[in-house]
């Protein structure tokens, strides 16, 4: 049970934002600029970063949830599940298994980022702005893992509900919607 008052009907983080909508606004738009905006990573990557460090975290909410929009994203569900059980085996670019392991050192500590990571990454094209944003993304999902866990959100059990937000997720990105999520307590009632 959450530890303040939200939204039945918006679980995880969306009922946070909700509750508190004037902070909210630079955290969605932060988020939108780093994993919708303009970048050389694609978006399935850059939703593996976030899977990849909320993973660690142990925040199943947010890990289930960027879990199911890297696939959607992807096209498939076994370079997510391989990711989390082993970035070195998985099958993602060896540009990427660097930049997902500098995203695992920036989730334990941002002193736990070595220069032996940061030149792997380069020495497998990753460009700077790649490794900044992978450590932005990481430590932005650090506060996400935090601040759904921390105040204790709702965290569904259906695959159902992952697969509508990661759609959601996929289709809108990070901004609000537009109607709002009135829409949602209608779904969740039905």
């Known amino acids: 049970m959450p530890y303040i008052p939200v939204e039945e009907h918006l679980p995880g983080i969306t009922g946070l934002l909700e509750y508190r909508?004037?902070?909210?606004?630079?955290?969605?738009?932060?988020?939108?600029?780093?994993?919708?905006g303009p970048s050389t990573l694609t978006e399935g990557e850059r939703e593996l970063i976030a899977t990849i460090v909320s993973h660690n975290n142990e925040c199943k909410f947010c890990t289930t949830a960027h879990t199911a929009a890297a696939d959607l994203l992807l096209g498939e569900?076994?370079?997510?599940?391989?990711?989390?059980?082993?970035?070195?085996?998985?099958?993602?670019?060896?540009?990427?298994?660097?930049l997902l392991t500098i995203a695992k050192q920036v989730q334990q500590s941002g002193k736990n980022v070595t220069d032996e990571s940061v030149q792997r990454a380069k020495q497998a094209g990753a460009t700077d702005l790649e490794i900044h944003d992978t450590v932005l993304i990481a430590a932005l999902f650090c506060l996400y893992n935090r601040y759904v866990d921390g105040l204790s959100t709702v965290t569904p059990t259906d695959p159902a509900f992952y697969n509508g937000l990661a759609d959601r997720i996929v289709?809108?990105?990070?901004?609000?919607?537009?109607?709002?999520?009135?829409?949602?307590?209608?779904?969740?009632?039905?």
């Open 171 to 190: 289709n809108n990105g990070y901004k609000r919607l537009p109607q709002g999520y009135d829409h949602l307590k209608k779904e969740s009632h039905s």
């Open 21 to 36: 909508k004037d902070s909210a606004q630079p955290i969605r738009e932060l988020t939108q600029l780093l994993l919708r």
């Open 77 to 98: 569900c076994d370079t997510s599940e391989k990711v989390k059980k082993d970035i070195e085996t998985s099958p993602v670019s060896e540009k990427m298994k660097a």
